[in-house]
């Protein structure tokens, strides 16, 4: 069965790739609220999840409030889809006009400078399309990680996706990948990870809205051994089709302590910087799945 729910799953993504970017615009747009709304009304475990998050995005919220934001939730996260199906039909005008940012001198003073530049973000908007808009605009390439998916015709869709929004994408799994991505910043490169969410023992348990979780150090280490930028980014929809973004100032490396302190202080300050981001667009925050240790170790007997 495993292996029947593979071949459907890669079957459509294909048909999303394949058919998606064929529609009319406004005709996507309206297939993907549909699904999204289908998707919030049937009241599944994603969506379950994705309300158990935001209660503690926004403590505050009632159960109402909490339903509205996880339909708007969904939306988002719909939208995403739909324009990563068809990004790689957009023109390159379409790419550099599809997304706004704030404060986008810290990545062009950092790229200048040739020391290299790590971008982290969480879960939050269309994080392809603002790679997309990086190699388009900005004329810059850059390098980042993609998790192995099953089955292997699924991970393949996703790298060549990437791959033709002009990215070079490196498997996860494997040491090599960091090599590589140390490399490429000493060269004074580019490096993009999405940087929220780490369920391996690796990770470095940070303050998060309230309560402890667990994010990649990768982005930290990076910077300590190659001394490139470590930058936040955050991105979020404001109901036009133009997404927008802010590039958060650079966080530096403790001139004190041992790697794992200075790495503990720096992922800290990225989640803080994250926090920031999705307190200000909770329904822009695609998490649906388990982040927060407790609810990790609940789901654990």
Avoid at 3 to 19: I, Q
Avoid at 81 to 87: D, G, I, P, T, V
Avoid at 138 to 146: C, G, H, K, Q, Y
Avoid at 280 to 296: F, K, T
Wanted: net charge neutral; glycine share 8%.
């Amino acid at each position: 069965m495993s292996k029947v729910r593979e071949r459907l799953v890669d079957a459509l993504y294909g048909a999303g790739w394949s058919t998606v970017k064929k529609l009319p615009e406004p005709v996507a747009v309206r297939l993907g609220r549909t699904i999204a709304d289908l998707a919030w009304r049937r009241r599944g475990k994603s969506v379950l999840r994705l309300e158990s998050n935001l209660a503690r995005v926004v403590p505050d919220a009632s159960p109402e409030r909490l339903k509205q934001l996880s339909r708007a939730g969904m939306r988002s996260y719909l939208r995403y889809w739909m324009e990563s199906f068809r990004l790689p039909s957009w023109s390159a005008d379409r790419v550099r006009n599809g997304f706004d940012v704030d404060d986008v001198h810290h990545l062009t003073d950092g790229l200048a400078s040739d020391r290299g530049v790590i971008i982290a973000l969480p879960h939050l908007g269309n994080w392809d399309l603002a790679g997309a808009w990086v190699t388009a605009k900005l004329e810059t390439p850059f390098t980042t990680v993609a998790e192995r998916l099953k089955p292997e015709t699924l991970y393949d869709r996703f790298v060549a996706y990437r791959e033709s929004l002009g990215m070079e994408v490196l498997p996860h799994e494997g040491g090599s990948a960091f090599g590589t991505l140390a490399r490429r910043l000493r060269a004074g490169g580019l490096v993009c990870l999405v940087a929220d969410r780490d369920l391996s023992e690796s990770g470095v348990e940070v303050k998060f809205f309230g309560d402890t979780a667990r994010m990649p150090a990768g982005p930290a280490i990076l910077a300590q051994q190659t001394g490139a930028l470590l930058l936040p980014v955050t991105l979020w929809y404001d109901g036009s089709p133009v997404m927008r973004g802010r590039i958060h100032g650079p966080i530096e490396v403790p001139e004190t302590g041992t790697r794992a302190e200075k790495t503990s202080v720096m992922t800290q300050a990225l989640a803080d910087a994250f926090a920031t981001g999705i307190a200000d667009h909770p329904e822009d925050w695609h998490m649906l799945q388990r982040l927060w240790l407790a609810d990790l170790e609940e789901r654990r007997p």
